[in-house]
């Protein structure tokens, strides 16, 4: 998998997300899903390598050729997700059906006082999970994310809505405070939010079949799991049409262990069952996949070797050395 997430232009300036949102706010939800047509149409037209890699995914997900109405019917579920973030973290709950499933087993892990990491995706919005947060305000939530990556559009979220920029760890930071912020954040008993599904430049990177090719995953996640001890659940927001998203939560380890000697076997082992389940979802919602960029590597390519272990902490460009292997938030 390459890093060219990283370098693709962000997709819309402050004053074009700023347009949309006072549209919104004058008009309401449903006249401006009418704008998302010629902006779907546009963003189609105008960004050729998202749309190979609409139709490389959808090619594989639906296993058939995808057509043009595929892809455009992806953009636009994308879209409406971004939209819908306006109402989302405007507290706007009311006009959504929101449905949640498996959130007991979130609950029963925080209502021992414990820490729990909750890895995400690029699959459905995320925005969706924060809702937790104010459905249950007994949910302290923590989200970590690069808030620099997408500066137009984090500016416009926390305009929104002040109180989320509280709750962000800022990826970004240096590799020792990021590792200590989630580490207090847990210790305190917070649900942890980040997104494990993309990696960085430069970042250690483990392969996976995934959807009938081999992509790339980040290890650091698993590597930050297995030091904090603490339970970990993915959770899912998944967009399901017209006003309705589905919450997935699911178990996904009571306590990731990660012996020194057999590092490199347990990570891949447990980055292909993580692949696995991002897989089941995949298939079960697949227009949600933002992702829009070449996902999967060549069969052949080589795959870089676990480095030697080093001190823990120890801050390297873009995260910290943990057994290892460098730490860091998805960028978004």
Known sequence: MSDSWVERPEGGSRLAFGLIRTIAEVVGRGPTRLLLWPITAYYVLARGPERRASR????????????????????????????????????????????????????????????????????????????????????????????????????????????????????????????LAIKEATDAGALVAMLVDRIQPGQASHPASFLGGTARFPAAPWLVASVLKVPVLLGFGLYRGGNRYDLVFEMFDPCIRIERRQRQHALQAIIQRYADRLQHHVRNAPYNWFNFYDFWQPEDEAIDPVPAPGPAGRAMAGGTVVAGERVGGDRG
């Not at 989302?88 to 820490?115: I, K, N, T």
Request: charged share 20%; net charge neutral; no cysteine.
């Open 56 to 179: 490389d995914y959808l090619s594989r997900v639906l296993g058939r050729p995808a057509r043009w109405r595929d892809v455009f019917r992806h953009v636009h579920v994308f879209s409406a997700t971004i939209l819908d973030r306006v109402f989302l973290l405007g507290g706007e709950l009311a006009r959504f059906d929101l449905r949640v499933e498996g959130v007991e087993q979130l609950v029963e892990q925080l209502d021992h006082g414990r820490g729990v990491l909750m890895f995400g995706s690029h699959l459905g919005s995320f925005e969706v999970l924060r809702m937790l947060a104010i459905q249950r305000p007994q949910v302290q939530l923590r989200v970590v994310l690069d808030v620099g990556h997408n500066p137009a559009l984090t500016q416009l979220l926390d305009s929104l809505n002040p109180g989320v920029a509280k709750t962000v760890i800022d990826a970004g930071q240096d590799g020792p405070s990021l590792l």
